[in-house]
């Protein structure tokens, strides 16, 4: 089955600072990518996504890129805001089955004034 | 139109005891999943379901079932509690098609003693 790891488990940057989170994983048929953020006691909720026929994605100061020969794909957050702050994680999509996500463990990010 | 709903949000169980976790969807989507959520360990998957009558195991199946008799409702019963069962537990959907953003549910927080 597909593994996806996820690093760094924790990051700190000031204000203002970008942050970027990477992931590998190890199914090349993998498909699908979205990154989800969940702040303290909520809900996951996706924030970007990435397929496979497309290298890179950007909504305002969030963007996603990937590199499918090296099986990974990474978040990138410019001008980080406090209210970035949370846990955020990334996920992969087997492109045999129809709806089964594979998590990371996550990414605390602190953004700090 | 409220997305994803879980009931209750929150239930301490006596180890051996059982009971049944609610998740309902008002979206008319076709996939179901239900995850758990541990600290350090991301969000796994326990069973999922792509319609009504068809379900599946996920990652993490054991001490769980689930059923799917309307595409509204996919409930998740624990058998058996146990204190390894102590969690947050996730469920989500998505409609069929090219979209495969899942939407979450609140959450449960589960406690077995």
């Known amino acids: 089955g597909e593994n996806v790891e996820q690093h760094p488990s924790t990051l700190s940057v000031q204000e203002g600072d970008s942050a970027v989170i990477k992931c590998t994983y190890s199914d090349s048929a993998s498909n699908y990518f979205p990154w989800y953020k969940q702040e303290l006691g909520k809900r996951p909720q996706l924030i970007i996504d990435?397929?496979?026929?497309?290298g890179e994605k950007k909504d305002q100061r969030i963007a996603v890129t990937l590199n499918k020969t090296a099986k990974h794909f990474s978040l990138h957050i410019t001008e980080t805001q406090p209210e970035d702050s949370a846990v955020y994680f990334c996920?992969?999509?087997?492109?045999?089955?129809?709806?089964?996500?594979?998590f990371g463990t996550g990414t605390r990010l602190q953004v700090t004034l | 139109n409220a997305g994803v709903t879980q009931t209750p949000k929150f239930q301490v169980l006596k180890t051996g005891q059982s009971m049944t976790l609610q998740c309902a969807q008002d979206?008319?989507?076709?996939?179901m999943s239900w995850y758990r959520q541990d600290p350090g360990m991301g969000l796994r998957l326990i069973h999922y379901s792509v319609g009504a009558g068809i379900t599946d195991q996920g990652e993490v199946p054991n001490g769980y079932n689930v059923s799917r008799s309307t595409t509204e409702d996919f409930p998740l019963r624990l058998l058996s509690a146990a204190p390894s069962q102590t969690s947050v537990y996730f469920c989500?959907?998505?409609?069929?098609?090219?979209?495969?953003?899942?939407?979450f549910g609140s959450g449960t927080r589960l406690t077995v003693v």
């Open positions: 990435i397929r496979s026929n497309v």
């Open positions: 979206m008319n989507h076709e996939y």
């Open positions: 996920a992969a999509k087997y492109t045999g089955t129809a709806s089964k996500l594979t």
């Open positions: 989500a959907s998505r409609g069929a098609g090219t979209n495969y953003g899942y939407t």
